[in-house]
C-alpha cells in the first residue's frame, strides 16, 4: 500500500516537470520521499534538469545551509547538455542550488562525470552546517559547503 501511494504521488506531483524522473526505475522513483518529490515537482529552477541514478545512493540528506532544517542533495543531469553535477534542494527559504551540470563549480568545473562517489561530512567547515564530499576515487575531489551565501569548493586530494 505504501509503495502504490508513493508511486501514486509521484505521478500527479511530478507533472510539471515529469522530465525529471527521466531515467528513474519504478524502486528508484518510490524511494524519494513525498516532501521532495512535491519540491521537485513545484520547482522551476529544476525544469532542465532530470535525477542522475548512477551512483548509489542518488540523493544525500543533511543540513547543507546550517539552517537547522534538513536539505537534500541529488545528483542530475542537464537536459541539454547531458552534464551532470549535483543539486541542493533546501527544506527552508534557501534557494535551490545547481552545483556542475553546466555550471562552474570551483576545481569541481561544470561537469561532475568524474565523480564516483560522495557522502555528508558533519559540521565540516566548523560552522553549524554539513558539508557533501564529492569524490574521485583513488584520486581525490572536494567538499562542498556553504559558507553563509553560497556553496564553495575546498580542494581534497590531487
Not at 72 to 93: C, N
Request: net charge negative; charged share 20%.
Amino acid at each position: 500500500m505504501r509503495h502504490a501511494l508513493a508511486l501514486s504521488l509521484l505521478t500527479v506531483v511530478a507533472i510539471p516537470h515529469a522530465r525529471a524522473f527521466d531515467g528513474l526505475d519504478t524502486p528508484q522513483a518510490a524511494s524519494l520521499p513525498p516532501a521532495l518529490v512535491q519540491a521537485l515537482g513545484a520547482n522551476a529552477a529544476l525544469a532542465d534538469y532530470a535525477l542522475d541514478p548512477r551512483l548509489n545512493p542518488y540523493y544525500l540528506r543533511g543540513d547543507f545551509d546550517a539552517d537547522g532544517k534538513p536539505d537534500t542533495a541529488l545528483l542530475i543531469r542537464h537536459l541539454g547538455s547531458g552534464k551532470t553535477g549535483i543539486a541542493i534542494v533546501h527544506g527552508g527559504a534557501t534557494p535551490v542550488a545547481v552545483l556542475g551540470a553546466g555550471k562552474e563549480f570551483g576545481n569541481g568545473g561544470d561537469e561532475f562525470s568524474w565523480q564516483d562517489a560522495w557522502y555528508v561530512v558533519p559540521d565540516a567547515a566548523k560552522a553549524g552546517s554539513e558539508a557533501i564530499a564529492i569524490i574521485r576515487t583513488e584520486s581525490g575531489g572536494g567538499l562542498a559547503h556553504w559558507n553563509g551565501k553560497r556553496y564553495v569548493w575546498q580542494q581534497h586530494g590531487d
